[in-house]
């Protein structure tokens, strides 16, 4: 290499250096949404312990955390969100025509979603899989038992694919009842229509806990039929705003594993382990890649905790689903969550 192309390297890498240190653009979306001072989110019409309102309009759930903390991170207030409750059939049009900001609504990450809807899928908020619910009187006691039954399930969703591909695999010959709405083929499951409701487990537990009138009388069957990867769906054409939904999980997670919660995050602001001060902008800046100030994950974590409060208030063993971690532990716990690092 001669004096000059090294001279021309190193300004090539300085330049390079500059541009990843460089303050991000807000982008059009954030840009909206500091406009109306509100975060639009997309959401289920109605699933105990992911997304559903109360009597007095109150909206509570895993995924509305999820809203809030986007919300704490980019208004500085976790109540600016206005909740969209969408059925499957709706939730993708909201987003593509630009009705909500962000659809976090159990949905589920594959390959033609990504591929041909103009939407990104961020990051995966809850592993999931698809089951089987059936009363405790039919006797089943595995999936591989529904030969030529009847089988409740809702259209437009993965579920209603999973099942006829797992009927004809396994040469069953379910017979599905389609319905469109959730509420309908709960309805119809509990009415005796069907022998069996099918929907992804997460689900079952909340429908078990919500609509039987006794849910001992119901049985989720061990098989899950299907990977069912769910998290938040942004559109395409703003790579700020896909950034910054995706770091703001990927944070909560990170919170989660170096131990800063809803309850410390003042206090860990003194910490001095460069991850924690990374996390809380206490000792660098991330906030101003993403077009946010330092702070931005801080008032998150502040204002829903991190992602295993978040899991262990909604869902968890301690709630009323009483869901296990499972697959949603840390990585370091022996589950599959994990988050690429803040820095």
Not at 81 to 87: D, E, R, S, T
Not at 117 to 140: N, R, W
Request: aromatic fraction near 6%.
């Amino acid at each position: 290499m001669t004096m000059r192309q090294a001279k021309l390297a190193a300004v090539v890498v300085a330049s390079l250096g500059a541009l990843m240190a460089a303050p991000a653009h807000a982008g059009k979306t954030l840009d909206a949404i500091k406009a109306r001072g509100q975060v639009v989110c997309g959401v289920n019409t109605g699933l105990a312990g992911f997304g559903a309102a109360d009597s007095t309009g109150k909206w509570t759930g895993l995924e509305i955390d999820v809203c809030r903390a986007i919300a704490a991170a980019v208004l500085g207030d976790g109540e600016k969100v206005k909740y969209v409750p969408l059925n499957a059939q709706a939730r993708f049009t909201a987003l593509q025509s630009g009705e909500i900001d962000v659809l976090s609504r159990n949905t589920t990450f594959t390959l033609t979603r990504d591929a041909s809807l103009g939407l990104h899928q961020t990051a995966i908020t809850y592993y999931d899989g698809q089951g089987f619910m059936v009363p405790v009187k039919s006797k089943i006691k595995s999936a591989k038992q529904l030969k030529g039954q009847t089988v409740c399930v809702q259209s437009g969703t993965t579920t209603e694919k999973n099942l006829t591909d797992f009927s004809k695999a396994s040469g069953l010959g379910i017979k599905p009842v389609v319905f469109e709405k959730l509420e309908a083929a709960e309805g119809a499951y509990f009415a005796g229509r069907c022998i069996a409701y099918t929907t992804d487990a997460s689900g079952l537990a909340s429908t078990r806990n919500k609509v039987a009138k006794d849910p001992k009388e119901h049985a989720i069957l061990p098989e899950l039929i299907s990977k069912e990867p769910l998290g938040p769906l942004v559109r395409r054409g703003d790579d700020e705003w896909f950034a910054i939904v995706k770091w703001t999980i990927y944070g909560l997670l990170e919170a989660e594993e170096y131990g800063v919660t809803q309850a410390n995050v003042d206090q860990q602001k003194e910490s001095k382990d460069p991850v924690v001060g990374r996390i809380l902008g206490t000792t660098e800046d991330t906030g101003k890649l993403l077009g946010l100030d330092k702070e931005w994950l801080a008032r998150a974590i502040k204002t829903t905790g991190n992602y295993g409060e978040i899991f262990e208030r909604n869902v968890g063993p301690n709630s009323a689903l009483q869901l296990p971690r499972g697959s949603n532990n840390l990585w370091s716990k022996g589950g599959l969550q994990y988050a690429p690092p803040v820095r």
